[in-house]
């Protein structure tokens, strides 16, 4: 006898805001399917309910255009027949960072209680693959399940099925569901194919019966349980008015199926219910069984992922721990509106479509405008909250000069740190726009402990106009640059002043002009760490400590790119370029940095019927420097006039591995890179859907280290997500992708990927011909890890320096001290992830997250007046019976291994 199963259909669609097609034109959809909707929900209450895709910034979308319709959406998702949230938007999972994804769920479940109704659902039907950490983040707003389409690996799949339980490294566990025949088995019921226009078009009995039963079955050698999930939606796809009639038709021909419309939550709560036995998996979902994973996209249109990189370090390492201090102290005014806004910015660029840089040219000019205006708001509250500071009045500096300025320098992480900042200050015309300009001068400054500091004059130049809100004026502006240790997570006012005698001619300092052509003399850059010099037609690096030298430490390679923007595609027949270092000299300005010049003669582009065409020259300029994080910080700067191929930095490692700890959310993730498949050796791979081989990539946060024997090696990044470890002459390498071109949106046929991915649509855009700069750092050492990402995030992140703010009636001279720290952790192994207001006034929220696998304990000091604090979840409500003082500023916390730990702190 057969098993009866029962088969929940859930009507849904799934609404990428903008892809092949701009934002307005969908949306445009997007309002007239849920006009519709509403009518079919209100008039048929045979139609049980409907699914809106998870994300809630499709209903901000609506509103836009149908203001009116929110007392009948409200009605309607209160009922329980219109089923919204959990998320805000449905995020890239890897490209956002671990702190994004929770704000996207917060943003997500506030604006879902504005509205009447929360799904506690991880739903995320299209993401390019999970972190393992994600488990933990939907524990904390109170989400058990997940239910999931891409990610799946073979060997998971054989051994778990379809519904299993996925742990996160801190132990803790949702029931996951994987959609092994997407989240589409029975879109467009009854009708010949699952997407498309179906206008005019009856559905046939005879077709959903034929596609119910091959749907089951796939799915049911897949699970233990009885309970099917059955997704009858696709890529804005309305919803099916005459469902209700097919489901009664088909229940009176199906024999071990019986079929009903339900929503997401009946469906997990039936499957809890047959409490059958499930396997557990730890760790990312990243495999490609039945479904392209699309791994590439971490490399596509590379200045999306670094202005993103921008954008998300404007908010949470600077303006909200400025405002969360600003606040505690009583200062200033509240930032709470202006940082929602600019989340909201923000998150609407982390749906894949968005981020992956995978959509057509003008969904990413929308998504530069909005980076833009996140940077633009983070910088005026930052300004707004300076101001504020200069009103209440700073302590005199110890010494200064006639002429003199203040810069504010700000250390964005919870320990002591070196820097040196780059900025530049203006000391005004005594007369004004018509008076006689300023002499340039040496330049001196002191510290708030009145200490010396050095100051290194870049650049000068007189009766230039400095023009800011309310303000314009003439002076000459110094572009500086000077050392200068901070507080932890904290400022210092650097006092800045003219010193000595006028700079003319005879005073310019020597800039090092002249240039060093290769075989000539070397040029040596030295610390107690390393020794960089060029020489032998390249650059070569020693670490001091271990002696271990590279004679070739930077080198470029670029590879012609036959695929998308979905999936690199190599060209076989066509070996790597590399670059040659044609010339190096002092840099004419920066002291202590050396200016590298490679030239590198790549195909004009490729065409794939006819192979590579054309010349032309990349010619890159490299800045190199040793910096105060143990590392050698390098500046690439270029003009991309190539098409179709892939621009890597290449580092030594020094010895030979296939692993590699990433930078990854909440936890250090260890890659491995795969045994790779090629269409010639795996053929019946290959031409079976997916298609997909394996991708030797691998995604990356601020930065990713490899471990030998005897020492690591790390490189950091500033918004360069992708990195491969690469075999040369029996040792590995580290390759750090710098951008990569291509010319469509999706093409058929790739040697990693074989289907379609999307329309194959034109994207001049994504050859990304345009001015590039890519800025990464490489250290080697026997340091810790944990000291190792301390050096990392420091170069990923490093300190705001501005020039503190005219304001001429304001004397400035108060009792705000010229220094000081907002918080210091001790355990460099208990990382920072946020520091902001809450959504209470008076309340701060402080989140940590243990990035071992052992426990941890650390003292909490803060920089601002505190006496209580409670442990709180990712929802971020004040718990009274968890209610705790804080002493002496003072508190004692303990970390499980891998723990994200949220508190939220008052002053009373």
């Excluded at 760790?283 to 202005?307: A, E, F």
């Excluded at 076989?572 to 010049?597: D, I, N, V």
């Excluded at 800025?775 to 170069?795: D, V």
């Amino acid at each position: 006898m057969q098993t009866q199963h029962r088969g929940i259909i859930i009507s849904h669609t799934h609404w990428d805001r903008a892809w092949y097609l701009p934002f307005q034109a969908f949306r445009f959809r997007l309002v007239r399917m849920v006009d519709h909707l509403l009518n079919l929900l209100e008039q048929n209450p045979r139609f049980r309910a409907f699914t809106l895709d998870g994300q809630t910034v499709l209903l901000e979308d609506y509103q836009e255009i149908r203001p009116k319709q929110k007392e009948r959406l409200h009605s309607l998702i209160q009922s329980g027949r219109l089923l919204i949230g959990p998320w805000y938007t449905l995020p890239d999972l890897f490209l956002s960072s671990g702190e994004a994804v929770i704000r996207n769920l917060q943003v997500g479940q506030k604006l879902c209680e504005e509205l009447g109704g929360y799904m506690a659902v991880g739903y995320v039907p299209d993401p390019f693959g999970h972190f393992a950490q994600l488990p933990q983040i939907l524990h904390g707003f109170g989400i058990d399940t997940y239910i999931f389409m891409r990610g799946m690996d073979a060997e998971t799949k054989e051994t778990h099925g379809a519904v299993f339980d996925w742990e996160a490294p801190d132990g803790s566990t949702v029931l996951a569901v994987y959609q092994s025949q997407g989240y589409f088995p029975v879109a467009a019921l009854g009708h010949p194919e699952p997407f498309g226009r179906f206008e005019g078009n009856e559905p046939k009995v005879s077709f959903a019966k034929e596609r119910v039963s091959e749907t089951l079955e796939s799915m049911t050698p897949l699970q233990k349980e009885r309970t099917l999930l059955l997704n009858n939606g696709l890529d804005h796809m309305p919803a099916q008015p005459e469902l209700p009639d097919l489901i009664e038709r088909l229940n009176e021909e199906l024999e071990t199926i019986t079929l009903e419309q339900g929503t997401l939550p009946e469906f997990l709560n039936a499957l809890k219910q047959e409490s059958a036995p499930h396997h557990t998996h730890r760790g990312d979902l990243l495999g490609n069984v039945d479904h392209p994973i699309l791994s590439s996209v971490y490399s596509t249109r590379m200045y999306l992922k670094q202005q993103n990189h921008h954008a998300q370090g404007w908010l949470t390492q600077y303006a909200e721990p400025l405002s969360a201090w600003m606040e505690a102290c009583r200062l200033g005014e509240d930032a709470r509106p202006f940082l929602e806004y600019a989340w909201r910015m923000l998150l609407r660029n982390h749906p894949h479509d968005d981020i992956c840089g995978c959509s057509v040219d003008s969904v990413h000019d929308d998504d530069e405008y909005r980076f833009r205006q996140v940077d633009q708001i983070a910088e005026a509250l930052l300004v707004e909250h300076l101001e504020h500071l200069l009103q209440k009045g700073f302590a005199a500096p110890s010494e200064t000069g006639s002429h003199s300025s203040d810069v504010w320098v700000f250390n964005p992480h919870p320990w002591q740190q070196q820097y040196e900042v780059e900025t530049s200050i203006y000391l005004a015309n005594p007369d004004g726009e018509w008076g006689e300009p300023l002499p340039e001068c040496q330049l001196l400054g002191c510290d708030a402990d009145g200490s010396e500091i050095a100051i290194t004059t870049l650049r000068s130049e007189a009766n230039v106009v400095r023009s800011q809100f309310l303000e314009t004026t003439w002076g000459r502006r110094y572009d500086i640059t000077f050392k200068v240790t901070l507080p932890p997570l904290g400022y210092q006012l650097v006092h800045i002043y003219e010193y000595g005698y006028s700079r003319g001619a005879e005073g310019q300092r020597s800039r090092g002009e002249s240039v060093t052509r290769i075989g000539e003399q070397p040029l040596v850059l030295e610390n107690e760490n390393y020794r960089v010099a060029v020489e032998n037609g390249g650059l070569t690096l020693t670490e001091k400590e271990t002696g271990i030298t590279f004679p070739d430490a930077l080198r470029f390679e670029y590879q012609l790119d036959a695929g998308d923007t979905y999936s690199f595609g190599p060209v076989p027949e066509e070996e790597p370029r590399w670059a040659k270092l044609e010339s190096a000299q002092w840099h004419p300005e920066l002291p202590k940095t050396l200016r590298l010049k490679h030239q590198l003669a790549v195909p004009a582009g490729y065409n794939r019927a006819h192979g590579s065409y054309g010349e032309t020259t990349l010619h890159l300029t490299t800045e190199v420097w040793l910096n105060s994080h143990r590392s050698l910080s390098l500046s690439v700067c270029y003009d991309n006039t190539a098409e179709n191929g892939r621009l890597r930095a290449v580092l030594p490692v020094g010895f030979a591995t296939r692993t590699s700890l990433a930078d990854g959310h909440f936890r250090l993730a260890p890659r491995e890179k795969p045994s790779l498949r090629t269409p010639e050796s795996h053929p019946e791979r290959y031409q079976t859907y997916p298609g997909e081989l394996d991708y030797p990539t691998h995604p990356q946060g601020d930065f990713v280290m490899v471990e030998g024997e005897n020492y690591r090696v790390w490189v950091a990044n500033q918004g360069l997500p992708e990195y491969e470890l690469m075999k040369s002459e029996g040792n590995t390498h580290i390759a750090v992708t710098l951008h990569r071109a291509v010319d469509f949106l999706s093409v058929a046929n790739g040697r990693i990927r074989r289907c379609q991915a999307g329309p194959s649509v034109p994207t001049p855009g994504a050859q990304c011909k345009r001015s590039m700069q890519a800025n990464f750092a490489y250290g080697i050492g026997t340091l810790s890890q944990e000291a190792i990402i301390r050096h990392a995030r420091t170069f990923a992140h490093p300190a705001w320096a501005r020039e503190m703010p005219h304001l001429p009636y304001v004397k400035g001279n108060g009792q705000l001290p010229r220094q000081g720290s907002f918080l210091q952790i001790d355990n460099p192994a208990v990382l920072l992830s946020a520091l902001k207001p809450a959504r209470d006034k008076g309340t701060c929220v402080l989140r940590l997250y243990n990035a071992t696998g052992e426990w941890q304990k650390t003292q909490i000091c803060f920089g601002f007046p505190a006496s209580t604090w409670c442990p709180t979840t990712l929802c971020e409500t004040w718990d009274e019976e968890a209610v705790q003082a804080v002493e002496e500023q003072t508190i004692a916390i303990a970390l499980a291994p891998h723990h994200i730990q949220t508190i939220l702190i008052r002053n009373s």
